[in-house]
């Protein structure tokens, strides 16, 4: 079955950095398009970035800039570098594949001195 398993999320100061870790199984990886989503407490959950088969990525504007998606084909593994957060980064990151749907079960980041 489809397993997405995130990690990586911490609690990190203003300024710092992260690399959040999606590990995927149950398909094939490497012909799915897969995002990165993120819920802060009491919003809806949104977009931070994604990319496809072809190898494009989109950003979120909150993600323009500060923020880098990167997929390993070959160990089956997304990531997402974080640079410079923010205290309103903080929430629940989430792994997504594309078509059909499935969600991880996210991990948590939280930016605070």
């Known amino acids: 079955q489809v397993q997405l398993v995130e990690s990586g999320g911490g609690l990190v100061q203003p300024g710092g950095s992260l690399r959040l870790t999606c590990t995927a199984s149950?398909?094939?990886?490497?012909?799915?398009?897969m995002g990165w989503y993120r819920q802060a407490p009491g919003k809806q959950r949104e977009v931070v970035a994604i990319?496809?088969?072809?190898?494009?990525?989109t950003y979120a504007d909150c993600a323009k800039g500060r923020f880098t998606v990167s997929r390993d084909n070959a160990k089956n593994t997304l990531y997402l570098q974080m640079y410079s957060l923010k205290p309103e980064d903080t929430a629940v990151y989430y792994c997504?594949?594309?078509?059909?749907?499935?969600w991880g079960q996210g991990t948590q980041v939280t930016v605070s001195s």
């Open positions: 149950g398909f094939t990886f490497s012909s799915s398009s």
């Open positions: 997504k594949k594309f078509v059909p749907t499935y």
């Open positions: 990319t496809t088969i072809g190898g494009t990525t």
